[in-house]
Antibody, heavy 125, light 111 residues
Framework: QLQLQESGPGLVKPSETLSLTCTVSGGSISSSDYYWGWVRQPPGKGLEWIGSFYYSGSTYYKVSLKSRVTISADTSKNQVSLKLSSVTAADTAVYYC?????????????????WGKGTTVTVSS | QSVLTQPPSVSGAPGQRVTISCTGSSSNIGAGHDVHWYQQLPGIAPKVLIYGNRNRPSGVPDRVSGSKSDTSGTLAISGLQAEDEADYYCQSYDSSLSGWVFGGGTKLTVL
């Protein structure tokens, strides 16, 4: 059974870089079918897609976050990582990783069918 | 401002039917990209309720249904139960943005 587990510091100082890791078990991030994405949810607010990684090495980012986001993968560890630089209080959120389909994959649907439990990140001095 | 527009809240009495709309544009739903729906209970990660406009994953009851027309999608829940009280989000893919987009979410209250 596929499982995703987010990990990383729960507290980050303003202007610093937020770094999170999503460890995938029960499946491979090298599958050509799937993308591995990051979604966040500020307290009391809705879901926001941040960006995604595809096994070919391609990355996709939300336009408004593109200048601050880097998503990468370590296939040997079956992990996908998120780095968000120059954080502010507005980046305080629960961060989820999720598996999903996309235009370069071979699946007919682009839904996010498996999610991690999420990790809370607070930006504060 | 979300790319997909949902009503902030809907409500209904137990046993009633409610619908939640998701309005997009010609670069996402109107471009032929599917609408997917998620249910999120407090403090828990979202789970897929409807994928590909109208398909239910195993375990989702058939009183939950989805549809799509032009630039909009609709989630319908009939025979409302207390356990349906949750936040619901629609999601699609946007060709112009080359990214995945969500609606702002709708809070369903069972009266």
């Amino acid at each position: 059974q596929l499982q995703l587990q987010e990990s990383g510091p729960g507290l980050v100082k303003p202007s610093e870089t937020l770094s999170l890791t999503c460890t995938v078990s029960g499946g491979s991030i090298s599958s050509s079918d799937y993308y591995w994405g990051w979604v966040r949810q500020p307290p009391g607010k809705g879901l926001e897609w941040i960006g995604s990684f595809y096994y070919s090495g391609s990355t996709y980012y939300k336009v408004s976050l593109k200048s601050r986001v880097t998503i990468s993968a370590d296939t040997s560890k079956n992990q996908v990582s998120l780095k968000l630089s120059s954080v502010t209080a507005a980046d305080t959120a629960v961060y989820y990783c999720a598996r999903h389909g996309g235009p370069s994959g071979y699946l007919p649907y682009y839904d996010m069918d498996v999610w991690g439990k999420g990790t809370t990140v607070t930006v504060s001095s | 401002q979300s790319v997909l527009t949902q009503p902030p809240s809907v409500s209904g009495a137990p046993g009633q039917r409610v619908t939640i709309s998701c309005t997009g544009s010609s670069s996402n739903i109107g471009a032929g990209h599917d609408v997917h729906w998620y249910q999120q209970l407090p403090g828990i990660a979202p789970k897929v309720l409807i994928y590909g406009n109208r398909n239910r994953p195993s375990g989702v009851p058939d009183r939950v249904s989805g549809s799509k027309s032009d630039t909009s999608g609709t989630l319908a829940i009939s025979g409302l139960q207390a356990e349906d009280e949750a936040d619901y989000y629609c999601q699609s893919y946007d060709s112009s943005l080359s990214g995945w987009v969500f609606g702002g979410g709708t809070k369903l209250t069972v009266l």
